[in-house]
């Protein structure tokens, strides 16, 4: 079956209320599916890097705290920063342009593809290409993040698979997506491409705006020093592990609403910081819908954004799962509730 056919990659048909098709557990074979590695000693550096830095820059915090000099100025600059970067992530790179969940300009598809890239976890295109790899794979093998697959069993081994799932893929190259396979149409996009290229640019610029947002607000050099760490390190840090804990908590803990043939699931508690994306068995059920929270209790801030994009006429072709359908798929406890 074709990357299209199964709704990978597939836009929607501009019927709002149409339900996307579920991915299938595996598309073909994995000869074409995986990114040929190119530069894995140096992007195992940087990966590390990135992930071990702002841990020992904890330290410098709980001095802040210890000491009560942490400025409200910080806590500003982080939710600045957080924020923006955090739907840049969900609305842009997992909702528009991994699963074309609405369709927008190319002004909105620009700011959405900027403000991904400087959340820091990595271009876009590959960003794109391993998760439309996840769905296609989700939890078999093939899969880059799955905590189920290849870890063996028992204790030991589900603890292996949490780690694996949350942060260890990112130092194994063996699974990554194909560019040509599962994201030819961002590879032709020359606004996507373009951001991709210059990726570099975006992520540091992020840093760059936490030390000047520290500055203008706090109103010293200091408080653009510690602005840099709120709003570069710790917020890069926090939004990288709420994003990792859907590959991990979210395909071990939580609640099954929806019949699919992997193992994600919902997991309430972390939908709020996750801007909606704990909904992940929803999510699974309806890869191309633009909301995850089905229910009217479940939270969904970034379905919430897409709806303000579409009153202001900057999105169209909004994706939304018609009542029967979710019935449909639905579980058995699901059903009975």
């Not at 001095?63 to 600059?77: E, K, M, N, Y």
């Not at 149409?185 to 705006?209: C, E, M, N, Q």
Request: charged share 15%.
């Amino acid at each position: 079956m074709s990357d299209v056919a199964a709704g990978v990659t597939a836009p929607p048909t501009g019927q709002s209320t149409k339900a996307a098709p579920t991915a299938p557990a595996h598309r073909g074979s994995l000869a074409d599916a995986i990114q040929p590695v190119e530069h894995e000693t140096r992007d195992r550096i940087i990966t590390g890097a990135l992930t071990v830095i702002p841990f020992l820059l904890l330290g410098f915090v709980a001095w802040q705290l210890a000491g009560s000099w942490l400025r409200w100025s910080d806590l500003v600059v982080f939710a600045l920063l957080y924020i923006p970067t955090g739907f840049g992530i969900t609305v842009g790179f997992h909702r528009l342009f991994t699963h074309r969940a609405f369709k927008t300009g190319p002004r909105t598809r620009a700011v959405l593809a900027v403000l991904g890239s400087a959340a820091v976890e990595g271009p876009i295109i590959s960003w794109v290409a391993d998760h439309r790899k996840h769905h296609a794979f989700s939890d078999e093998e093939g899969d880059p993040h799955s905590p189920h697959v290849g870890h063996g069993e028992g204790f030991k081994a589900q603890l292996k698979g949490f780690f694996h799932a949350h942060v260890g893929w990112l130092f194994i190259h063996t699974q990554r997506g194909s560019k040509e396979r599962f994201a030819p149409d961002l590879l032709k996009d020359p606004i996507v491409s373009y951001v991709d290229r210059t990726f570099l640019v975006w992520a540091i610029g992020g840093f760059i705006a936490a030390f000047f947002l520290g500055w203008a607000i706090g109103g010293t050099v200091m408080a653009g020093v510690t602005g840099l760490l709120w709003g570069g390190a710790v917020r890069m840090m926090v939004l990288h592990h709420v994003t990792y804990s859907i590959n991990s908590l979210c395909h071990m803990f939580g609640k099954r609403d929806f019949e699919t043939t992997d193992e994600s699931r919902n997991l309430a508690w972390l939908a709020i910081p996750t801007f909606g994306e704990a909904w992940h068995n929803s999510h699974h059920a309806f890869p191309t819908s633009a909301v995850h929270g089905m229910k009217g209790r479940q939270i969904d801030p970034s379905a919430a954004v897409i709806w303000s994009l579409e009153k202001l006429g900057l999105a169209w072709d909004v994706v939304r799962i018609a009542p029967e359908k979710q019935a449909a798929k639905a579980t058995g406890v699901a059903a009975a509730q």
